[in-house]
């Protein structure tokens, strides 16, 4: 079968390696969808530090939908033929973060499409207990990009950010991401500040409702960009950059939501987030029950991601075009 494999720092490519079979309490799925992520960006060009050295060689792709094709030895309440998604951050199962349901925290985790092989495959291998059921009116994209564009969107927003209704949110950065998090903090009672470089970006923020769109140099500390004090400040980039203009528009007690991952440093002012009472807050992609409740959000059609998807033999093509930017949703790959 063909995979898309990280061989070496730099060196991704589609290779044809031999059909994985299940063990005890896996699940072989044949892909129907994997979303490309930006993260598997600076994965492969190794930038984001030890933290996140993988075992090579290894099939990236970390947002799948699937359909069951064979049902390892010990696996129970699993149907054949089924679509499901997978949960990403699926964690060891034992440890305290693990039993307290924060699989994301757990530091033992075979993640997979990182520490094990994932979705940019015509199959993958994952454990059963990271199957969630796929409602039927969810599209297989809409359905992989689910597990990281969406889940990741709304743990920052909600669980760690802890939004509340009429609050004044800014979102930097309205890629796949940032998309759907302009969509969950409307949804959510929010008032949306959505900020972005690039102006066809920022005119699909404003499509998705966003209140106010503006680009990062238009924000002066002082100058008030929505009718309300911004109390809660979502970084989907992660630059020493956008950690500065985060801090230039959060208000006085708000916090500070950390997601992208573009730089390893940025600066705090630590003078002023004492003197303000600052909340600077790290998220990262987010739970199993979370990514359930997603999935029943876009059934509802609450949040619609906004996905195309193309075949799995141009992943290159989309992985450059995704580095230059020129990516306005999300792209998933169709084996
Ligand atoms: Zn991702
Ligand atoms: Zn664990």
Redesign the pocket.
């Known amino acids: 079968m063909r995979a898309a494999r990280l061989l070496a720092p730099g060196d991704f490519r589609l290779v044809e390696v031999s059909r994985p079979e299940p063990g005890h309490g896996e699940v072989l799925l044949r892909v129907l969808a994997a979303g490309l992520c930006h993260s598997d960006l600076h994965i492969v060009d190794g930038e984001l530090g030890d933290d996140y050295r993988l075992p090579l060689p290894v099939t990236l792709g970390h947002e799948i939908c699937g359909e069951v094709a064979e049902i390892g030895p010990g696996v129970s309440a699993i149907e054949s033929g089924r679509r499901y998604v997978v949960f990403g951050a699926v964690?060891?199962?034992?440890?305290r973060?693990?039993r307290s349901g924060r699989?994301n925290l757990?530091v033992?985790?075979q993640t997979i499409g990182r520490r094990r092989d994932g979705g940019y495959a015509d199959f993958v291998v994952v454990p059963a207990r990271a199957l969630l059921p796929v409602p039927e009116t969810v599209s297989d994209a809409e359905a992989a990009v689910a597990t990281d564009a969406v889940l990741t969107s709304y743990h920052a927003l909600l669980a760690v950010g802890r939004l509340r209704p009429g609050e004044g949110v800014a979102i930097i950065g309205v890629g796949g991401l940032g998309q759907s998090a302009v969509q969950i903090a409307k949804a959510f009672g929010a008032v949306v500040l959505a900020l972005d470089t690039d102006a066809r970006k920022r005119a699909l923020a404003g499509e998705l409702g966003a209140d106010a769109v503006v680009g990062p140099q238009e924000v002066c500390p002082g100058v008030a960009l929505l009718d309300r004090p911004v109390d809660l400040v979502v970084d989907l980039v992660g630059t020493a950059e956008t950690f500065l203009l985060a801090q230039d528009l959060v208000a006085r007690g708000g916090r500070i939501v950390l997601v992208g991952l573009a730089s390893t440093a940025g600066t705090l002012r630590i003078s002023v987030a004492a003197r303000n009472e600052l909340a600077v807050l790290g998220s990262a992609w987010g739970t199993r029950e979370e990514l359930a409740t997603v999935l029943d959000l876009i059934a509802r059609g609450v949040v619609r991601p906004r996905v195309e998807t193309h075949p799995l033999v141009e992943i290159l093509t989309w992985v450059e075009r995704l580095r230059a930017g020129t990516v306005e949703g999300r792209v998933a790959l169709v084996p």
């Open positions: 964690g060891c199962g034992a440890c973060y693990c699989d757990c033992s985790g």
